[in-house]
């Protein structure tokens, strides 16, 4: 089954999205949709979003230079002779009507995975797409950094893409013949409607915790974007060790549940043993091996074993293709070192992940922590780091990470009230080549290191959204070089 774009009329348009009302002034069918003015073509339609940033409203006379013959607008505009306009309500919905129907519905023709939650959203669907690719044939992933199509990768713009670049790699997988594909959900792409009209076989939830509140203002909310998965999804999988996850279940009771501590959870993961830097575990009898330390392995691995028990794979045919399982990068991985010191490179940002990763560390152990917080985060968000820090005794190197619109000074003064009400040793280095510098000069023997917050991003946002290269992984080549 190919991937194809398909010519759409004005009327087609018309008939298959809510309008408030409309002008046609050509008969120029269109092959391509975007919210981005600089990608408009000939034959393109501009959906003009009015955004927290800026309002595509004022980039229509753009668009329109470029060659865009459609306006979605929802304010009033000025219109140009030639040109068709459509007002909307809602602009997100209309994008992702008209993207589903200028790419043909390739989701229909695969069968898709989401995951969301605040923590394992990457690895879970990772692990999946990799489970899936073993048992059922090729298979993809779209998520943090980029997408994986066959051995092609695509740098994408977000965790969740625009509907129409999603669109765009499901077209790409079917070209390949790749029916099966996993995808990172992100609240902020569910609320705006990114994965709008995607036929989705799997939703799963992971797990909640305090983040992205600057967006969504209050728990509540965030838990009820996350459950747009589930409202749109036709099966569904959850956590229920997380609050949220129980929650989740009550709200949709034919909700599939993984869990440590429910022995009522559909797969559990039993007689659990760890030694030697790895974790033993046997869920429905079957045995996995994780070559970790990290609780939250676990719960990744039941949401990936659990998803492909539901699709039709035998319990052994997932342990055999698990075995095979090399992991993702920048989760809990241990740098080689001559320094004798426990490196870890992790992605990790949020307070509960930051948790979970230092109550991994075996105990007695001396933690240090390279870390910044975005710019983007709530002054509560960052206490809160500072809390897990000073909650598990870490010696804190406060350094730099996409401050975006804030400045490092104020973001870092906010994780320090989080880190003084533990009384919480730390130091600040504004330059995050120095910080890594501090922590492995200062680190002894068997001590655990963490870089945390980048992973595999290659960029960091020192102005606004603007991306200035970086590569933590490069950077700590470099000081280990010096050392």
Not at 134 to 145: H, L, M, P, R, W
Request: glycine residues 6%.
């Amino acid at each position: 089954m190919k991937g194809k774009i398909i010519l759409i009329s004005f009327e087609d348009i018309i008939s298959h999205i809510s309008y408030i009302d409309y002008k046609k002034a050509n008969d120029i069918a269109i092959e391509a949709i975007t919210n981005d003015s600089r990608k408009a073509n000939k034959a393109t339609a501009f959906v003009a979003i009015k955004g927290s940033l800026s309002d595509g409203h004022t980039y229509i006379a753009s668009a329109i230079k470029k060659g865009a013959s459609l306006i979605i607008h929802t304010e009033d505009v000025t219109c140009e002779e030639g040109i068709s306009y459509i007002r909307v309500n809602d602009p997100r919905k209309a994008l992702a009507q008209i993207s589903n129907l200028i790419y043909d519905f390739p989701s229909k023709k695969m069968e898709l995975v989401a995951v969301t939650g605040s923590n394992g959203k990457t690895t879970t669907s990772r692990l999946i797409a990799f489970l899936m690719g073993e048992i059922f044939g090729d298979s993809a992933s779209i998520g943090t950094n980029n997408a994986h199509v066959g051995d092609e990768i695509i740098p994408t713009s977000n965790t969740t893409p625009d509907i129409t670049e999603v669109n765009r790699i499901l077209a790409k997988c079917l070209e390949k013949n790749i029916r099966h594909l996993a995808l990172e959900a992100s609240s902020h792409g569910l609320d705006q409607k990114r994965l709008f009209g995607l036929d989705i076989a799997y939703g799963i939830f992971t797990n909640l915790s305090e983040e992205h509140l600057d967006y969504h203002k209050t728990m509540d909310n965030y838990f009820k974007a996350k459950m747009i998965l589930f409202e749109n999804a036709k099966n569904t999988l959850a956590n229920i060790d997380d609050p949220y996850g129980k929650r989740a279940k009550e709200l949709f009771p034919k909700t599939i549940t993984f869990s440590i501590d429910e022995e009522s959870a559909d797969y559990r993961a039993e007689d659990i043993v760890k030694k030697d830097g790895k974790i033993t575990f046997k869920i429905r009898g079957v045995e996995f091996v994780l070559n970790k330390i990290a609780n939250y392995e676990i719960y990744n691995t039941l949401a990936a074993v659990a998803c492909l028990n539901q699709m039709g794979a035998s319990m052994e045919d997932i342990g055999e293709a698990f075995k095979k399982f090399k992991g993702i990068k920048s989760r809990f991985e241990y740098i080689e070192n001559d320094l004798g010191i426990n490196i870890i490179l992790d992605f990790a940002h949020t307070p509960r992940a930051y948790e979970a990763l230092f109550e991994s560390v075996p105990k007695g152990s001396n933690i240090i922590a390279v870390f910044g917080i975005n710019g983007d985060r709530n002054s509560e968000f960052r206490r809160l780091i500072g809390n897990a820090c000073g909650k598990y005794k870490v010696f804190s190197v406060l350094t730099t990470d996409d401050p975006k619109f804030d400045n490092v000074d104020h973001i870092n003064e906010e994780i320090i009230v989080g880190l003084d009400e533990y009384k919480a040793d730390y130091v600040i280095r504004k330059e995050r080549k120095d910080a890594m510098r501090y922590a492995i000069k200062m680190a002894k023997p068997g001590d655990y290191v963490f870089l945390l917050g980048k992973g595999e991003e290659n960029f960091i946002k020192f102005h606004g959204n603007e991306k200035t290269p970086y590569s933590e992984r490069e950077t700590l080549r470099e000081v280990l070089e010096e050392l």
